[in-house]
């Protein structure tokens, strides 16, 4: 399983852009990136996922960089709801068993 | 779509017994399903893939004896925690994944507070 590095914390304010980098330096030519966001006591909540350059949702942009080494989760004009924890992972479709890191916590403030 | 459901919600025993959860995918087949287990301020950690028609398989140290998981159907795994003790107390995550064409997608379930006294 391809090793993943996120920031544990992130502030912002509501109305911001927040931008949450994780590194998967390690990730393998059949493995997509998935995120996945999580309230206290719910189960983690799927957000976005892709394989290379860009993907976008109605509540969420991945960008992806060549290399793939890397990718940036962008959720546009934050709102309080928004404070949790995002989870970035990476697996594939031979290895499809997904391995939490710490996640990156982040709040939003009025 | 991609809905997981989970029951019960929450569940609070007495030491010594035994408890079931169900995790049900509910608008797809799932021919596998993962548990999770997730302590306070604390990660999700794998405890075990279910594969329908055959026997889970777990991950290093956690035991398969108390933990036990049937995956009867396309959509419904069940994960009976044998003997519950306090220390099995924790928040149990079911996910189920989704494959086909160019996306292989793990949905999770709404989670079960198991607490154990």
């Known amino acids: 399983l391809a090793k993943t590095t996120q920031p544990i914390s992130m502030d912002s304010y509501e109305g911001q852009e927040v931008n949450i980098t994780c590194s998967h330096n390690?990730?393998?030519?059949?493995?997509?990136i998935t995120w996945y966001q999580q309230f206290p006591s719910q189960g983690p909540r799927f957000i976005i996922q892709?394989?290379?350059t860009k993907v976008t949702n109605e509540v969420a942009s991945l960008f992806i960089p060549a290399d793939r080494k890397s990718s940036t989760l962008s959720l546009p004009r934050v709102s309080l709801s928004d404070t949790a924890v995002y989870y970035c992972?990476?697996?594939?479709?031979?290895?499809?068993?997904?391995?939490f890191g710490a996640g990156t916590t982040v709040t939003v403030r009025a | 779509g991609a809905v997981v459901s989970q029951h019960p919600s929450w569940v609070i025993c007495k030491s010594g017994t035994s408890v079931k959860i169900e995790c049900r995918s509910l608008?797809?087949?799932?021919?596998?399903m993962f548990w999770y287990r997730q302590f306070p301020k604390q990660s999700l950690m794998l405890m075990a893939t279910?594969?329908?028609?055959?026997?889970?398989?777990?991950e290093q140290g956690v035991e398969k004896d108390k933990f036990l998981i049937n995956h009867a159907s396309l959509t419904l795994s069940t994960l009976t925690v044998t003997s519950a003790h306090p220390e099995d107390s924790s928040f149990y995550i079911c996910?189920?994944?989704?494959?086909?064409?160019?996306?292989?997608?793990?949905?999770f379930g709404p989670g079960t507070r198991l607490t154990v006294l």
């Open positions: 608008d797809f087949q799932a021919t596998t």
């Open positions: 992972l990476v697996g594939g479709r031979n290895d499809y068993k997904l391995s």
């Open positions: 996910s189920a994944r989704m494959s086909g064409g160019a996306t292989d997608t793990q949905y």
């Open positions: 390690n990730i393998a030519t059949n493995d997509y």
């Open positions: 892709g394989y290379k």
């Open positions: 279910s594969n329908e028609g055959s026997k889970a398989t777990y």
